[in-house]
T-cell receptor, first 113, second 110 residues
Framework: NAGVTQTPKFQVLKTGQSMTLQCAQD?????MYWYRQDPGMGLRLIYYSASEGTTDKGEVPNGYNVSRLNKREFSLRLESAAPSQTSVYFCASEAGGGTDTQYFGPGTRLTVL | QKEVEQNSGPLSVPEGAIASLNCTYSDRGSQSFFWYRQYSGKSPELIMFIYSNGDKEDGRFTAQLNKASQYVSLLIRDSQPSDSATYLCAVNTGRRALTFGSGTRLQVQP
């Protein structure tokens, strides 16, 4: 039982490049989330998916897109990376709709040059 | 005003002492409250959650909630060097997802 997995663990991009961050959970959770964490800023919600087939914007969605591929997988795409997107990205999942415990993946450390 | 506020610290306590971590929130409709611990370079992990006013104890950890004062705290008794980490307060306001504070860094001195 792996919980929440994320790939890659580290990534360096040049400005303008695109990439997709992958997230998968094996806990049969309905809700999944993407956060970014910057020094002194805490965790900020980028996008979330309350259930398979639905996605909604969070606090900082600009420059990102998401896909809830199935119940297990929730991907985050940067279409044209910018240095301001340098951050640590965490995926999380939760059994219920915002009221239950969230379980986090190990994170992806992204640097955009 | 931030929705969830925490003192960034560092909060420094000697080994064996009680560490007290505080969090205030702005939305009176907030329903549930969570404390996560995050070691440097790692992902957050849940320590405790609390829904009702009062205290909730789990081992060396006690969460305290006062909805009238919009205040939630985490007490760590008999603090150990292994407790040194950043502690994140998270609040469920009934909207889409949890709202996190920026965290308090705790240092336990041997």
């Amino acid at each position: 039982n792996a919980g929440v997995t994320q790939t890659p663990k580290f990534q360096v991009l040049k400005t303008g490049q695109s990439m997709t961050l992958q997230c998968a959970q094996d806990m049969n959770h309905n809700s999944m989330y993407w956060y970014r964490q910057d020094p002194g800023m805490g965790l900020r919600l980028i996008y979330y998916s309350a259930s398979e087939g639905t996605t909604d914007k969070g606090e900082v969605p600009n420059g990102y897109n998401v896909s809830r591929l199935n119940k297990r997988e929730f991907s985050l795409r940067l279409e044209s990376a910018a240095p301001s997107q340098t951050s640590v990205y965490f995926c999380a999942s939760e059994a219920g709709g915002g009221t239950d415990t969230q379980y986090f993946g190990p994170g992806t450390r992204l640097t955009v040059l | 005003q931030k929705e969830v506020e925490q003192n960034s610290g560092p909060l420094s306590v000697p080994e064996g002492a009680i560490a007290s971590l505080n969090c205030t929130y702005s939305d009176r409709g907030s329903q549930s409250f969570f404390w996560y611990r995050q070691y440097s370079g790692k992902s957050p992990e849940l320590i405790m959650f609390i829904y009702s006013n009062g205290d909730k104890e789990d081992g060396r950890f006690t969460a305290q909630l006062n909805k009238a004062s919009q205040y939630v705290s985490l007490l760590i008794r008999d603090s150990q060097p292994s407790d040194s980490a950043t502690y994140l307060c998270a609040v469920n306001t009934g909207r889409r997802a949890l709202t996190f504070g920026s965290g308090t860094r705790l240092q336990v001195q041997p």
